[in-house]
């Protein structure tokens, strides 16, 4: 059974920043790509950072690009989210997503395990 589950979401001021953490377990198989996606109230849940099995690769989504860094520690079994210079627009429900096999990239429709989220609030 795999199951991710999501930490470090809160509420902060327009330019702070925050650090999301995503505890995986339950693979039995040594490839998956992870990734970040978000989800604001009345909008489409959208991608936010993708990163391969090597670690070697990642993908940002333009909002974020220079803001934003995914990273994963296979030891600790953990996928991150440094996000600095938050705005107010970033304020969304925040999902930590993995598939195995090839690339998804910034599709949730290519995943097929998610957490249940973390909210992060940017207030002005």
């Known amino acids: 059974q795999v199951q991710l589950v999501e930490s470090g979401g809160g509420s902060v001021q327009a330019g702070g920043s925050l650090r999301l953490s995503c505890a995986h377990s339950?693979?039995?198989?040594?490839?998956?790509?992870m990734a970040w996606f978000r989800q604001a109230p009345g909008k489409e849940r959208e991608g936010v950072a993708t990163i391969s099995n090597g670690g070697r690769t990642t993908v940002y989504a333009d909002s974020v690009k220079g803001r934003f860094t995914i990273s994963r520690d296979y030891d600790k079994k953990r996928l991150y989210l440094q996000m600095n210079n938050l705005k107010p627009e970033d304020t969304a429900m925040y999902y930590c997503?993995?598939?195995?096999?090839?690339?998804?990239?910034?599709?949730?429709?290519?995943?097929?395990?998610w957490g249940q989220g973390t909210q992060v609030t940017v207030s002005s």
């Open positions: 339950g693979y039995t198989r040594t490839t998956f790509y």
């Open positions: 997503a993995a598939r195995t096999g090839a690339a998804g990239g910034l599709d949730p429709s290519k995943y097929n395990y």
